[in-house]
């Protein structure tokens, strides 16, 4: 069936690092690769989203990359900043199919540091 | 803000009784989906609703239903609770192949 892995589960730098959280997912068919940040008690909240046209996507200090030979994605986050820290999920879906369902990951508690 | 709004926003219901939870999608968005997310995990799709049909169901029981209304707003409704329905519902609405938008959940906790 479809899936998402995502990894690591949790992941602590020091303020200034970069962070990186991997997924891979299962269904080839996949074309549409969110990434959403959840705040404790909060909605997930868009941060970036890359389609399968194109390899590698960037946001101030936020890239994604995505590898569709390998089936993977990676979230980079540089320059880390303590509000960066919250719960990061990845997700996949086929934009444009019968069913835009999201496939997510299990998230990854990332920890800044100050 | 996404456009996408939820009520109630927290709700605490007992074994065995039946809970409504409504969303109002963004302007213009004619697809609505439904995700549970149980703390700790990640969100799970409940189904999808476009143009006032479902056209796509996760792995939930028949408990689990909804309906879209012409306005493209949504009612999710769950009958029997059980005490692991207890999760943070989220509504998503979508246009075509655009962006999925998120609403600030309703948090349903089943005692």
């Known amino acids: 069936g479809e899936n998402v892995e995502q990894h690591p589960s949790t992941l602590s730098v020091q303020e200034g690092d970069s962070a990186v959280i991997k997924c891979t997912y299962s269904d080839s068919a996949s074309n549409y690769f969110p990434w959403y940040k959840q705040e404790l008690g909060k909605r997930p909240q868009l941060i970036i989203d890359i389609r399968s046209n194109v390899g590698e996507k960037k946001d101030q200090r936020i890239a994604v990359t995505l590898n569709k030979t390998a089936k993977h994605f990676s979230l980079h986050i540089t320059e880390t900043q303590p509000e960066d820290s919250a719960v990061y999920f990845c997700?996949?879906?086929?934009?444009?199919?019968?069913?835009?369902?999201?496939?997510f990951g299990t998230g990854t508690l990332l920890a800044v540091q100050p | 803000e996404t456009g996408v709004t939820q009520s109630p926003t927290h709700l605490i219901k007992t074994r065995g009784q039946q809970v409504t939870l409504r969303c109002s999608s963004q302007s213009g968005h004619n697809t609505v989906s439904w995700y549970q997310q149980a703390l700790g995990q990640g969100p799970q799709f409940i189904f999808q609703y476009y143009r006032e049909e479902e056209n796509g169901r996760g792995n939930f029981p028949p408990r689990f239903s909804g309906l879209q209304f012409p306005n493209y707003s949504s009612e999710l409704n769950v009958n029997a609770l059980e005490l692991d329905d207890s999760a943070l519902y989220l509504c998503a609405s979508s246009w075509g192949e655009n962006t999925i938008y998120f609403g600030e959940g309703s948090w349903l906790t089943v005692v």
């Open positions: 997700a996949a879906s086929k934009a444009g199919g019968a069913t835009n369902k999201l496939i």
